[in-house]
């Protein structure tokens, strides 16, 4: 299924140029000879003087990391970052290939290319017509590592990955991987999906959410036990990780302090051993031995970002991503309650003026010039009451439906966040095993070169 | 510590020493005062105990004798040795004051970490001395071990106390030498090259076990994180719980690894000062060499004088006014210097042979230093590369099972 181009991901650079865009368009939706690398190979190719910002990829690197479940019904993958120059821009494009084994889909497979901002735009959309699924965070435009040029190699590659996990996500999520604008962002054409982006799409969202909406926080009258209870709980996670990853950074800083110590340390072995020349070999082996474990030290800390800083970082947007649909959810609650509040207010008000009316009645002819506009008022009132009601029964639907989604969501994600957390925590772990290994393997080497050479030691019991 | 002194006794046993016959032991410590209640005065005493563990080894003083000696009076009996023996390379004592100290050494010579380090310092000090075949059989060392207040007795009487300084503030003179002898000049060259080696070496070694001591008790704050993340997690809360405890074993791990390492440093401070012992055996031979030199530079001028005075001519005065000797002044003068030469090549014959005699007995010594150094240092370097071989595994060992409790997670 793969190209021979896929196997390497030489970074090209494609100037768009009018003559070939049509030629692009001229092709079917699914000639992915249009799509890939190779094609645009043949088609024009002016290196870019930055092509050294780029270097070989080899696909199956990165592959490797990304985790293809290859047995579902939808699979999506994100790699083969391209350079693309624009008249007016430089911008980078991912490939986007999809495996899928639905109905609604009149092929298996698709391949198309999409930028940044294109995901930024399904996020949103996804986030309109389903206000209460967790959408997974997007990588942030200037991202976790800060300062790192954005066409830098390590950045698209961050990226890239980060991509790579939004897509699957969303394709694992029974809901959110039906949705129309999923499926046209990862099967139309270039042209289509732009026109498609164009088209004003109508707020199927029954209640639309303004910043004010969102100040509601601690306004609703009746605590949802159960969501107060999640909220706390994300809160605490956030902390807890946070907490870890400040940890594990700091030592990761004291540990690169003490490779710098040890390498002037080993070699003073190795100095020594000059004037010694019945205890070289000896010290030789504590040099080496030192120095092998110094190395794998330092291959340990190098690694701690892609293990453990941004992982937990991400995670923690994600976390951020649930805590704000359960915050949304409270904005449902308290339109509802204060719809709920002017129905009450109302038939009050209602009530209040039957009891003026009959009072007047009972009391004789007196307050003739009242009667009219009270019963002026009843009557709206007569018609504002029934429409209030139906308001209120709406948002309490709304409200129901809103609560059900959400807890079911937030149930998948519990179960999502376990894996991910788990993962994070082992490849945290494998890391330090890998350095201990291949320390007590140094180090062994030296203790066997001892036996060898029968030297006895004072202290043998311990 | 007890296992390390044993096999050290086995290393020694090897010559016809006092250590054939009887065990020594530095055993405990005690803190003392002069009197008043002024920190200054608080000193600390040890106890050496003397078991005579030959039947044959008669002796009229019982057969365990126990005295009390302060770090001082140690230092007097090794200044003894030394300027008694120059030709021997004096066993050294454990340091005055903490050389490369970190977080978990103190500077501070009460601490009781110290003090106890600084005891079996001290017994390794009389276990060589006692082990050494000229220097165990020394009649003041035997009366430091056994006879408390005599012992300072005679130091007094002796007036070592005034001896010692002079002879110490010889060697610290540089000098210069017509012609050195190339092999105490290689011994010299050998013992400044061991004497920086180890003192990098310390150094370096005691920051590193800084920043890994650091670096374990860092993971200590992981302990409290995890314990308190599992606390609100259902199927994740035992897993997690599992594997704050684990982490913080490590922090507490690194506790013992670190002291034994401490001891093996100290093992290689006492070869770091014993480099100095070196130097001072080489020192004392330029100074003999020296002295030679100056007995037979004088001579060779006296001669020279001789053959002036003969001639009559002598002074400038005489060969500015032209006078001259006359024969009976000439006679007297010359034999005067004949006398004078005939002192002066006795001078030089003594000189020189005492000059070989200790070159003989130096170099010996010298080489018995030397194997016994091969011995002991391979055995604290191996013992080093254990001790890093036992803590890595003890961290392997750590991580593993905390990737377990991981696992178990659903």
């Known amino acids: ?462 | 510590m007890a296992e390390s002194s044993t096999k050290l006794r086995t290393n020694l046993a090897n010559e016809d020493s006092l250590l054939r016959h009887i065990d020594i032991s530095v055993s405990e410590s005690e803190k003392r005062t002069n009197g008043t209640l002024n920190l200054r005065d608080y000193y600390t005493v040890y106890l050496i105990e003397m078991k005579v563990t030959d039947p044959e080894f008669y002796d009229k003083l019982a057969n365990l004798t126990t005295v009390w000696r302060r770090y001082t009076e140690f230092e007097q009996l090794h200044n003894y040795l030394q300027i008694t023996y120059p030709y021997i390379v004096t066993p050294p004592l454990p340091e005055k004051r903490v050389m490369y100290g970190w977080q978990k050494v103190s500077n501070d010579t009460f601490d009781p970490d110290f003090i106890d380090r600084r005891r079996a310092g001290l017994e390794t000090f009389l276990l060589r001395v006692a082990s050494h075949s000229v220097l165990s059989w020394d009649k003041h060392f035997m009366q430091f071990l056994r006879q408390e207040d005599a012992w300072r007795e005679a130091y007094k009487s002796n007036g070592y106390l005034q001896v010692v300084e002079n002879k110490l503030k010889g060697l610290g003179v540089a000098v210069r030498l017509r012609k050195s002898d190339h092999r105490f000049q290689d011994i010299k060259n050998y013992s400044n090259s061991l004497q920086s080696n180890l003192n990098n070496l310390l150094k370096v070694r005691s920051r590193v076990a800084e920043r890994q001591y650091t670096i374990h008790k860092l993971h200590a704050n992981y302990g409290r994180v995890f314990s308190e993340w599992s606390a609100v997690e259902k199927e994740m809360g035992d897993g997690l719980q599992k594997m704050g405890h684990y982490l913080d074993s490590l922090a507490s791990s690194i506790d013992a690894a670190l002291e034994d390492e401490e001891l093996l440093a100290d093992q290689l401070k006492e070869y770091l000062f014993f480099a100095g012992a070196l130097q001072n055996v080489c020192k004392h031979q330029e100074m003999l060499q020296l002295q030679l030199e100056d007995a037979e530079g004088s001579v060779a001028s006296k001669n020279l004088e001789k053959s002036k005075a003969q001639q009559g001519k002598l002074s400038l005065m005489s060969r500015l006014f032209g006078a001259v000797d006359t024969d009976e002044v000439r006679e007297l003068k010359v034999n005067l210097l004949d006398q004078q030469i005939q002192d002066g090549a006795e001078t030089v014959t003594n000189t020189r042979s005492e000059l070989s005699d200790f070159c003989t007995k130096a170099l010996n010594d010298v080489e018995r230093f030397q194997a016994q150094k091969v011995l002991d240092l391979q055995e604290t370097l191996a013992a080093y590369a254990v001790l890093q071989l036992k803590t890595a595994k003890k961290g392997l060992q750590t991580w593993m099972q905390i990737r377990e409790c991981l696992q178990s997670i659903p």
């Open chain 1, 1 to 462: 299924m793969e190209h021979k181009s896929s196997n390497s991901a030489i970074l090209d650079v494609v100037i768009e140029n009018k003559d070939i865009s049509n030629i692009l368009k001229d092709n079917k939706d699914n000639d992915r000879s249009s799509l890939c690398s190779n094609s645009t190979l043949e088609n024009s190719l002016v290196q870019s003087p930055s092509l050294e910002s780029f270097s070989t990829l080899p696909d199956t690197e990165i592959l490797s990391e990304l985790n293809v479940d290859e047995n579902s019904d939808l699979c999506v993958k994100v790699d083969n970052p391209q350079k693309h120059l624009d008249t007016l821009e430089t911008y980078i494009t991912f490939r986007i290939t999809t495996r899928v084994a639905r109905i609604e889909f009149s092929d298996n497979e698709y391949v198309v290319r999409r930028r940044y901002n294109e995901f930024a735009w399904l996020r949103q959309k996804l986030v309109e017509c389903h206000p209460f699924c967790i959408v997974p965070p997007l990588p942030g435009k200037h991202t976790l590592i800060g300062q790192l040029d954005r066409y830098s190699k390590d950045f698209i590659i961050v990226r890239m990955k980060l991509l790579n996990t939004f897509m699957t996500r969303i394709a694992q999520h029974p809901i959110l991987s039906c949705n129309e604008h999923f499926k046209i962002f990862i099967t139309s054409n270039q042209s289509d999906f732009t026109l498609h982006r164009k088209h004003r799409s109508h707020s199927t969202n029954k209640i639309i959410m303004t910043n004010d909406t969102v100040s509601t926080r601690s306004t609703i009258k009746n605590r949802h036990i159960e969501f107060e209870k999640m909220k706390d709980y994300l809160i605490i996670l956030a902390e807890k990780l946070i907490s870890i990853e400040k940890i594990s950074s700091r030592i990761n800083k004291e540990r690169h302090d003490f490779v710098i110590e040890l390498q002037g340390f080993y070699p003073i072995f190795t100095n020594w051993s000059v004037s010694e020349p019945e205890l070289a070999i000896i010290l030789h082996n504590i040099s080496s031995a030192i120095e092998k474990s110094t190395y794998a030290q330092s291959a340990m800390i190098s690694s701690y970002s892609n293990t453990v800083g941004n992982p937990i970082r991400e995670f923690i947007m994600y976390i951020d991503v649930v805590k704000d649909t359960v915050h949304k959810r409270e904005t449902y609650q308290h339109v509802y309650e204060t719809s709920l509040e002017e129905l009450t207010k109302k038939r009050t008000e209602k009530d209040q003026l039957l009891a003026v009316q009959n009072i007047s009645s009972n009391a004789g002819g007196f307050s003739l010039w009242k009667q009219p506009s009270c019963d002026e008022k009843l009557e709206k009132l007569g018609v504002h009451i029934p429409q209030l009601v139906k308001k209120v029964e709406m948002n309490q639907d709304n409200l129901e439906c809103a609560n059900e989604s959400l807890r079911s969501d937030i149930e998948r994600w519990q179960q999502e966040k376990q894996k991910c957390l788990k993962k994070i925590l082992l490849d945290f772990v494998n890391k330090q095993i890998e350095f201990y290994e291949k320390s007590v393997s140094a180090w062994e080497a030296v203790a066997s070169e001892l036996t060898v050479q029968n030297i006895s030691l004072r202290s043998t019991k311990k």
